[in-house]
């Protein structure tokens, strides 16, 4: 089992609360930040402009992602460019489609040639890895965010999509592919064999990090005083 400093691929913290968020920032082992509408509803969150000014005056040498809020394309262009005014560190999430199904290529490639770096998300194809690349060609910096955790989640083996979508990408060296949804940590080693740029993973589960490479007889013993220890809590018995 490798170290987490032994990899290659870039681990970024996936979450809206601004605390965790800011003490993140502080490990050496996090090197960007994303976050998402769903993220910051359960995080309570009310005003998104003063959410990401707050997160982005401490945090200014990594990227951070803030994804447009609008399913109208016009109006997505409107606050993509308001986002990307933010700071030179910010990606602007741009879902590859709205709510209808209508494809968001052509605003994607209208925002590459306007110097907006973008995170395209929500993508779950190999055809939308393609489209979303194709739109990229000329773009700065960007990011394409596969949800292989969702993928796995249907059943399906999101590893040889990965292979493939970084295999599409690859002629550009200004993209980078990235794992998103992560499930559990060993999901950073299987994006890193695949050939995953970037991976992000839940504040909840970097948590774990400090398991990575844990000897397991000693795992065992811990779990068995947990359980142990919990039962004694309970007030468990059997008479």
Known sequence: MKNISELKIKICADGADINS?????????IKGFTTNPTLMYKAGIKNYEIFAKEILDVIKDKPVSFEVLSDDFSEMQ???????????NVYVKIPIVNTAGKSSVDLIKTLAHEGVKQNVTAVMTLEQVRAATEALQESPAAIISVFAGRIADTGRDPVPVMRKAFNIMHPYPQLELLWASSRELFNIFQANEAGCHIITVAHDLLKKLDLVGKDLQKLTLETVKTFYDDAMKAGLSLP
């Open 21 to 29: 968020m800011l003490e993140w920032q502080k490990n050496p082992a």
């Open 78 to 88: 409107r606050q993509a460019l308001k986002i990307a005014s933010w700071g030179k």
